[in-house]
């Protein structure tokens, strides 16, 4: 059963998984609010908002070491990819994944911070039914969920951090507000919780 995760909460990946985990999916699903009609009745299908999911890999000194978001889908390396844009959030399930094969990732990367920004500027207020999940790629077991719609002006959010710890991979559900349509615009708020 997958842990529920609070904002700030740590869990140790292996442990909930009941075992080595070797490949994950993280991800991403958001629906478009519904807007409010008169009088708050007969509202429909609000504006399409463009959610982005990506990652940064970042070395022990704190430094990105490579990017994987929509406009670069892969790492250099090879071992995290992502599944592409969708711009709408329509559809069932994640609207976007990133996987990460984990004992792939080279040795230098000690952290992978997974954000999510809004590429057309709305911000969270517009985005309903929000989420990040950790998924087991070997068995497509769900590992954690971490509940994103917590509405606000915010146009981003810093969602969690896979980091290596004494030999194994351990998550840390950050849930951080953030600003920025872009991982450039997102970068100085990430490090801080580095």
């Known amino acids: 059963m997958a842990v529920n995760l609070q904002k700030g909460q740590k869990i140790s990946l292996d442990k909930e998984a009941g075992g080595a985990l070797n490949r994950i999916v ?55 990819s992502h599944s592409g844009d969708n711009r709408t959030g329509a559809g069932e399930g994640d609207d976007e994944q990133i996987s990460v094969e984990l004992n792939r990732v080279p040795p230098e990367v000690q952290a992978l911070v997974f954000t999510v ?36 002006t915010h146009t981003a959010q810093i969602m969690a951090k896979l980091y290596r710890h004494n030999g194994e991979w351990k998550m840390h559900a950050i849930g951080e507000n953030g600003v920025g349509r872009t991982i450039d615009d997102l970068m100085p708020q990430i490090v801080a919780h580095l």
């Open 26 to 80: 993280m991800g991403l699903g958001w629906d478009v609010a519904k807007s409010k009609g008169f009088f708050g009745f007969g509202g429909g299908k609000g504006q399409a908002v463009d959610l982005d999911a990506s990652v940064v890999m970042f070395d022990d000194a704190k430094r990105p070491v490579d990017v994987v978001w929509f406009r670069q889908l892969k790492s250099r390396d090879g071992s995290v």
């Open 117 to 152: 920004n809004s590429f057309t500027g709305q911000n969270f207020s517009t985005v309903e039914n929000a989420y990040c999940r950790l998924v087991n790629a070997a068995n497509n077991q769900e590992v954690a969920r971490f509940n994103l719609s917590v509405q606000g």
